[in-house]
Nanobody, 117 residues
């Protein structure tokens, strides 16, 4: 069983930055590096939406709404994926989650990001 723990969220003013982390753990989990990983977010009152993807080889892709502002990266030795968020906007306010490309691991609790002046 894989556990996902997201962290790094908080309250930030428009134009600010945050770096989110998502750590994967499990008693026999040693294959983190082969998985394509994704960040998702769920704005208040809305459905969860995809934000960014990083493959096992490091290829990245982004939703149009965050392209040029967010950067996804990973550190396989630490079984961790990151999301660097710059030039934050109020519409980025959401709970942020990560999962593999199949969303087959149990979802973590997410980390709240609030962008407000």
């Amino acid at each position: 069983q894989v556990q996902l723990v997201e962290s790094g969220g908080g309250l930030v003013q428009p134009g600010g930055s945050l770096r989110l982390s998502c750590a994967a753990s499990g008693s026999s989990f040693s294959l983190f590096g082969i998985y394509t990983m994704r960040w998702y977010r769920q704005p208040p009152g809305k459905q969860r939406e995809w934000v960014a993807t990083i493959t096992s080889s490091g290829t990245t892709d982004y939703a149009d709404s965050v392209k040029g502002r967010f950067t996804i990266s990973r550190e396989n030795v630490k079984k961790t994926v990151y999301l660097q968020m710059n030039s934050l906007k109020p519409e980025d306010t959401a709970v942020y989650y990560c999962n593999n490309e199949f969303s087959s691991w149990d979802w973590g609790q997410g980390t709240q990001v609030t962008v407000s002046s």
